[in-house]
């Protein structure tokens, strides 16, 4: 752990009232140097410097904790939907390793590089799959399969919905991780999200531990099944919002 001051990191996990264990630690800065050894020939992340990846990347993934306080002791089954470089999913693997985790992904060079990554931490009941949320979530395998749908892709809440919700089974939930002051957007996807077979039932804000950057973390429960018809086709959710 030489080179790196992980003080703000276990103090941060501190503050979501999380103790990381020393291999925890070690993990963590595994992640980090993977991450920055892979961003040399690949565009992974623009945050690079250690510090800011702990607050920016696994101290905002981990804050999940703020919404679903019981991620400690359930057995949750996830899915991160758009997870990029492993954003939610790698640092709440690595918090909280009873938890059994999908990674999905549209790009097979983050695949790849995921899969590295679960490798070499040697993460287990953690899985990757290619492909876009439209397709996948028609898929049977993965339908209305997971306890809990997490994700941080940047797109409008009612498109985030229509991706995401499918994939929840009837009484699981899907937490949207926004950066922003999102009333008016939350306003506009409520249609949407009753539709999808969601109903938003808690709204967590808050700022990142020792910082004055602002979160805001929708948590939105699957009451009913999703009509067949959703998702739409792949581009579709993007490009032609529902009911905007």
Request: charged letters at 25%; hydrophobic letters at 35%.
């Amino acid at each position: 752990m030489s080179g790196y001051n992980t003080i703000f990191l276990s103090e941060g996990l501190r503050s979501f009232g999380l103790d990381a264990g020393t291999g925890q630690i070690d993990q963590f800065i595994k992640y980090y140097e993977i991450l920055v050894e892979w961003n040399s020939f690949m565009n992974l992340t623009a945050i690079t410097q250690f510090d800011e990846v702990v607050r920016k990347h696994f101290l905002d993934s981990v804050s999940l904790i703020k919404i679903l306080p019981d991620l400690e002791s359930e057995q949750y089954t996830i899915i991160d939907v758009g997870t990029g470089a492993g954003f939610p999913g790698i640092p709440l693997k690595i918090i909280f390793p009873h938890l059994k985790i999908l990674l999905l992904d549209s790009l097979n060079k983050r695949i790849n590089f995921l899969n590295e990554v679960i490798g070499r931490l040697n993460l287990k009941n953690v899985d990757t799959v290619h492909g876009r949320a439209e397709d996948c979530a028609r898929d049977r395998q993965y339908r209305e399969k997971y306890d809990l749908c997490v994700s941080r892709a940047v797109a409008n809440l009612s498109t985030l919905s229509e991706y995401c919700l499918p994939f929840v089974k009837k009484g699981g939930c899907f937490v949207s991780y926004k950066s922003e002051k999102v009333t008016e957007e939350y306003e506009h996807s409520k249609k949407a999200i009753v539709v999808l077979g969601g109903k938003c039932e808690k709204r967590e804000e808050f700022y990142l531990p020792d910082t004055d950057i602002y979160r805001n973390l929708f948590l939105i429960r699957k009451v009913k099944n999703t009509p067949e018809r959703y998702p739409r086709k792949a581009g579709i959710p993007q490009k032609e919002p529902m009911f905007l």
